[in-house]
């Protein structure tokens, strides 16, 4: 298998790198100064290994490639926000052989939130979930870092439609021998719903900054609360904290002193966007589905996305001022 990484930022370099250490092919897709970095310098990747510098093919688009190969696996690493466009241009590539990648190929959704699974099943034929539990930084271009130990992190996957089958497995065989715990599972979507509800505070974490306060704990809680009671309403199971615990026992032990998450992080990259429309924004889309109030989603969403847009540094708000925010939102509801 030739494994084609679309969106070589924290998560998919991270695990592109370990795929490549371990002697899977691996091509890079990323654009502008990354990219740059990517063809002139290598992906330096440092790990709880120590840190390797890797000289892997890189594209930034499909037209780089030439025709996909049938033993192509697309792994998409984009965040959700771009991953229309991602998922449009793949999947109307041309596969040797005939047909399209769409068609043809595997996607795996290496995302946080719950969207891009639905996105990808609309477009392509044989989609995969991927529950991405691997704490990763990506501030600099070409760098990356991810420091978990013993496993670099865990990826639960399986077919977003339910099931598995013989392509999960190959697949998380070699996810394991490149240093990543990768569970088989029947029911993926309802560990990305669990994970969903632990990413509700990226938010908070990109706007009031990544140092721990029992404020900052407190909003998250109430947070979690009312996406607990939209996933109930809408009868939308996810794995327990006790189940995810036990997945995480003595596998993925994260040093202190990481800096801060996906959100946090783009804010510090200037990217424009973050992905709070399809983190907390799926907990309000439940909501109004099934009648039940989000109003502290709604103000992490609004405020996460106001920071984004313009350009406000990561952790310029206080968090009395964000939580006045969400208290004000309630009291409304």
Known sequence: MRYIIIGAGAVGATIGGRLAEAGSEVVLVARGAHAEALRTDGLRLTTADGTRVHRLP????????????????????????????????????????????????????????????????????????????????????????????????????GRAAGGADATARTIAADLAKA????????????????????????????????????????????????????????GIPYASDAEQSVARDGKVDQPAGVRGGSSWQSLARGTGSVEADYLNGEVCLLGRLHGVPTPVNDVLRHAANIFAREGLPPGAMAIADLTALADEAAARA
């Open 58 to 157: 890189v594209a930034d688009g499909p037209a780089g490639l030439g025709a996909l190969r049938p033993d192509d696996v697309l792994l998409l690493a984009v965040k959700t926000q771009d991953a229309i466009a991602a998922l449009d241009a793949w999947g109307d590539a041309e596969v040797a052989g005939g047909g399209t990648a769409a068609q043809r190929l595997p996607v795996l959704c290496a995302q946080n939130g719950v969207e891009s699974e639905r996105l990808a099943l609309r477009r392509f034929a044989r989609v995969y979930g991927v529950c991405v539990w691997l704490p990763s930084t990506f501030l600099e271009p070409g760098v990356v870092s991810a420091l978990c130990a013993p496993r670099t992190g865990i990826l639960h996957l």
């Open 179 to 234: 240093g990543f715990d990768a569970p088989v599972v029947e029911d993926v979507m309802r560990w990305k719903y669990a994970k969903l509800l632990g990413n509700l505070g990226n938010a908070i974490q990109a706007t009031t900054g990544p140092e721990p306060d029992p404020a900052k704990a407190a909003l998250l809680l109430r947070a979690v609360r009312e996406a607990k009671a939209v996933l109930l309403a809408g």
